[in-house]
Nanobody
């Protein structure tokens, strides 16, 4: 069973940057697609970005496109999400997830494995 653990959240001012990290427990996770989701209070969990096993295919939500970069280091079983020019509306708990396949899916209900989440707060 794959275990995921996020880190890197915190408090940042609007316009600032954060780098979130997702560490997987198994070497086999390097062949899986991984996605980042976020959930703000009272809102549904939403897709932020996804990356395939090789890192050559990435997808972004329109809300973060152009100011976020997802990448992975398979040697370290780690997926990173670099977020720049952050806005107060980016405030949420951020989760990484995988469905243990090679496909990126934007529907959070498709994912079986989740990290515990990391809080990101952007102050105005």
């Amino acid at each position: 069973q794959v275990q995921l653990a996020e880190s890197g959240g915190g408090l940042v001012q609007a316009g600032g940057s954060l780098r979130l990290s997702c560490a997987a427990s198994e070497r086999t996770a390097r062949v899986y697609a991984v996605a980042w989701f976020r959930q703000a209070p009272g809102k549904e969990r939403e897709f932020v970005a996804g990356i395939n096993w090789s890192g050559r295919i990435t997808y972004y939500a329109d809300s973060v496109k152009g100011r976020s970069t997802i990448s992975r280091d398979n040697a370290k079983n780690t997926v990173l999400l670099q977020m720049n020019s952050m806005k107060p509306e980016d405030t949420a708990v951020y989760y990484c997830a995988t469905d243990a396949t090679g496909s990126i899916n934007k529907n959070h209900r498709s994912y079986d494995y989740w990290g515990q989440g990391t809080q990101v707060t952007v102050s105005s």
